[in-house]
């Protein structure tokens, strides 16, 4: 069997299909050299010393975990001195991180979401590392970069993955040509081809969603969980089964491989928090990937990629998945 590297990969898509620029093949790299990084240091667990809490919280008032720091830093590391970035966005900083004597000049922006599942890191349950790569706008105004210029919808990311930490890390990947998927090679240190197109089953009987929220789910969200645990004696007609990781990259990467759909929606908490995922370091990304593999994503009502962000940190409702159940989720919407 032949193998291609994800260098190789890259290189293709850059000379044979133009899909992406020699800057953000190089930026790739360096985001995957650096979830190489993280994967290290979460396979030495306890020995490593990088399990437990800090005493620090994050900017959505989360307690961090020594391992969200650290996968901060190592992506902030090693793309500081590589590619071709102006500024960086984290789940885990308050705001924009500029790239020193860089801006005005870098055409990129690289947001990230270092440690996603981090509930799952102390009991060796499957983690990861979302990524988005944006055009800067301000490229070319000779301007300074500003937080403003990340807010912009999905459908603009040049780019976007996710590494999950599992059994076998791997890495998969959009540069809007459809969706591939790399598995470490430990032993050689490098990301080899494992899937050249995903594509996800546009039907599914599985569903992903914590349903230990439901009574603060909105009305249509119940309506279709209830239709889901009806089986085949309800109006779906078929029997359902459900499988809740708690890690977004894990739970998506399950739909990539064989179908279903996730959900994480808004909800009627007092909180007044649309929901509890991340649009601009979880949300888009996973939903460029899903709709790169042939799926859906939406808030409940619209196209998630179609959303104008209008602050960083700003979280949303998700439901994404094989395409047809994630229809039905939206016509209960508009049914409401
Ligand atoms: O613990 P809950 O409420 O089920 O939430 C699980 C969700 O929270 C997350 O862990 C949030 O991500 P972070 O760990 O990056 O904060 C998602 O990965 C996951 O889908
Ligand atoms: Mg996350
Ligand atoms: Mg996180």
């Given at each position: 069997m032949t193998r291609k590297t994800l260098t190789q990969y890259?290189?293709?898509?850059?000379?044979?299909?133009?899909?992406?620029?020699?800057?953000?093949?190089?930026?790739?790299?360096?985001?995957?050299?650096?979830c190489k990084a993280i994967n290290h240091a979460v396979s030495k667990g306890a020995l490593g010393g990088v399990l437990g809490s800090l005493e620090t919280e994050n900017v959505q008032g989360e307690v961090q975990k020594k391992l969200d720091v650290l996968s901060n830093e190592i992506l902030l590391e090693a793309n500081e001195w590589g590619g071709h970035l102006a500024a960086m966005a984290s789940e885990e900083m308050e705001t924009i991180h500029r790239i020193p004597n860089r801006y005005p000049k870098g055409e990129y922006l690289l947001l990230f979401d270092?440690?996603?599942?981090?509930?799952?890191?102390?009991?060796?349950?499957?983690?990861?590392?979302?990524?988005?790569?944006?055009?800067a706008p301000h490229h070319t105004s000779g301007r300074e970069v500003e937080e403003e210029d990340?807010?912009?919808?999905?459908?603009?990311?040049?780019?976007?993955?996710?590494?999950?930490?599992?059994?076998?890390?791997?890495?998969?990947?959009?540069?809007?040509?459809?969706?591939?998927?790399?598995?470490?090679d430990r032993e050689m240190g490098s990301w080899v081809l494992t899937n050249e197109d995903i594509k996800i089953p546009e039907q599914t009987s599985e569903f992903a969603i914590n349903m230990s929220n439901m009574r603060h789910w909105e009305a249509p969200v119940k309506r279709y969980i209830d239709d889901c645990l009806a089986g085949k004696t309800g109006s779906l007609g078929k029997d359902y089964n459900m499988r809740w990781i708690a890690s977004m990259v894990a739970d998506v990467h399950r739909i990539l491989t064989r179908g279903g759909i996730f959900m994480y929606p808004r909800d009627e908490r007092p909180s007044g928090k649309a929901g509890k995922l991340r649009l601009m370091y979880e949300a888009n990304p996973m939903s460029f990937i899903v709709e790169q593999a042939g799926g859906a994503a939406i808030d409940g009502n619209e196209r998630i990629l179609d959303v104008q962000p209008t602050a960083l940190h700003q979280r949303i409702g998700v439901v994404l998945g094989s395409k047809e159940e994630v229809e039905r989720v939206r016509n209960y919407h508009a049914q409401a």
């Open positions: 890259l290189v293709e898509q850059q000379r044979q299909k133009k899909a992406v620029s020699a800057e953000v093949r190089l930026l790739i790299e360096t985001v995957a050299r650096a270092p440690l996603d599942g981090s509930s799952n890191i102390d009991v060796n349950v499957s983690i990861g590392t979302i990524f988005s790569v944006l055009h990340f807010l912009q919808p999905g459908s603009q990311q040049v780019a976007a993955g996710y590494a999950v930490y599992g059994p076998q890390a791997m890495l998969v990947l959009t540069v809007g040509t459809g969706v591939v998927s790399f598995t470490l």
